[in-house]
């Protein structure tokens, strides 16, 4: 079996294995066209026993041709997130013998699925390793799969990984040269915990589900880079003004560097206004970094690393920026990198500048993100019949 590069698709996460079946398109005669011979033949006509090719017409020795099979059916899909019914539809699904080579497979059709019953909310995004679908515009040329085999074998770079009544949702991209099938998610076998898959000789059935966790924006962010107004910074030095004291974790807690911040309310009635973000407790010293929002919420610059801080973490330096600003309200945005003596960042700003302005802490320690569960059931059924 050949090893076929796996290309991008950029979409799934859920079980992404690169392990693809055989192109159908590369021939598994004999090198000499099957004979012992020469002129082709050893001397009867014969060819390498059955005049087989990879390509869909495969002949026997009669000459007869393998049969295709066509499925027809349906799957209910529903998920949740935080408890809450988010998708909740269901799809006509259909199915014709897909060309590609699979080894294993007792079944592998080329799927087609249409949205009958929808009951979801609008914050809805099908789940496509189960749908057969995309929730959203995406290539055309990507071929949604889906195979079953009864004993069926992977296999692996160590040793090959063995299946019973495996169903797997797979893709191709055939018009650009990748067969497949390429792997998605196995939706079930007799050993997942996650779903379980039967076929009697007539109907296919499938029972899958899984859980896990992702995070979500709250209702304020606190940056906004689409406003096309941001200024760099090239301060290289703290400033001097009205000091203002707070702390901060010292690690993140999830997403990103920026999901725990402090946010700053500073007034101002226009001109030059200087800003400045240093540790000052040795034992609590960390890498800090800000960025600044007018009062429409639009980023509008940032600071990280512009001077060394008064008390040094155990890694890079501390925040300052100069901007000119209308009057106005705008909000400072400080956060950690991490790189901390302690638990916490003891840390002071500083605003100051040729202007009237007021400084107040808005925000203490605001999580930007949350962490919530959801969960992805599909429950199918179908008739795969001979054509």
């Keep these: 079996m050949t090893r076929t590069a796996l290309p991008a698709l950029g979409l799934f996460a859920l079980i992404s294995l690169s392990v693809a079946c055989d192109d159908k398109g590369s021939s598994d005669t004999a090198s000499t066209d099957g004979a012992d011979g020469t002129d082709g033949t050893d001397g009867t006509d014969e060819t390498d026993g059955t005049d087989e090719t990879d390509g869909t017409d495969e002949t026997d020795a009669t000459g007869g ?43 592998l059709f080329e799927m087609d699925s249409t949205l009958a019953d929808d009951a979801s909310t609008e914050d809805c995004a ?42 797997f949702s797979a893709y191709a991209l055939p018009d650009q040269g990748y067969p497949g099938p390429y792997y998605l998610a196995f939706l079930g076998s007799d050993e997942s915990e996650a779903g379980s898959a039967t076929f009697d000789g007539t109907t296919l ?86 960025y600044l929002n007018d009062d429409t919420g639009c980023t509008i610059t940032g600071g990280d690393d512009n001077f060394d801080c008064t008390e040094t973490p155990l890694a890079y330096s501390c925040p300052s920026a100069s901007i000119d600003l209308d009057a106005g309200t705008y909000q400072l945005v400080v956060y950690g990198f991490g790189s901390c003596e302690g638990s916490i960042v003891d840390y002071r700003v500083v605003v100051g500048g040729d202007t009237t302005y007021t400084v107040n802490l808005l925000q203490d320690d605001w999580i930007r993100y949350e962490t919530l569960p959801y969960t992805v059931t599909a429950v199918g059924a179908g008739e795969i019949t001979e054509d």
């Design 205 to 290: 059935a499938w029972d899958f589900g899984y859980a896990g966790s992702q995070t979500e924006t709250v209702d304020e962010t606190y940056v906004s880079y689409d406003c096309g107004a941001y200024v760099y910074n090239y301060a290289d030095a703290a400033y001097t003004g009205a000091a203002a004291s707070s702390t901060l974790p010292c690690e993140s807690t999830g997403v990103d560097p920026t999901d725990v911040v402090d946010v700053w309310e500073i007034t101002t009635s226009g001109g030059t206004v200087n800003l400045t973000a240093d540790t000052t407790v040795a034992e609590t010293a960390g890498d800090l970094a800000f």
């Design 126 to 167: 099908w789940d496509s390793l189960v749908a057969y679908t995309w929730s959203y515009a995406t290539d055309p040329s990507i071929t949604f799969l889906m195979g079953f085999g009864e004993d069926f074998v992977m296999p692996g770079y160590y040793y090959d990984y063995y299946y019973t009544n495996l169903l």
């Design 65 to 107: 041709t393998d049969p295709t099979y066509s499925f027809a059916g349906s799957v209910d899909v529903a998920s949740t997130l935080d408890g809450a019914t988010v998708c909740d539809g269901s799809f006509d699904l259909s199915g014709s013998t897909y060309t590609g080579d699979c080894e294993g497979c007792d079944f």
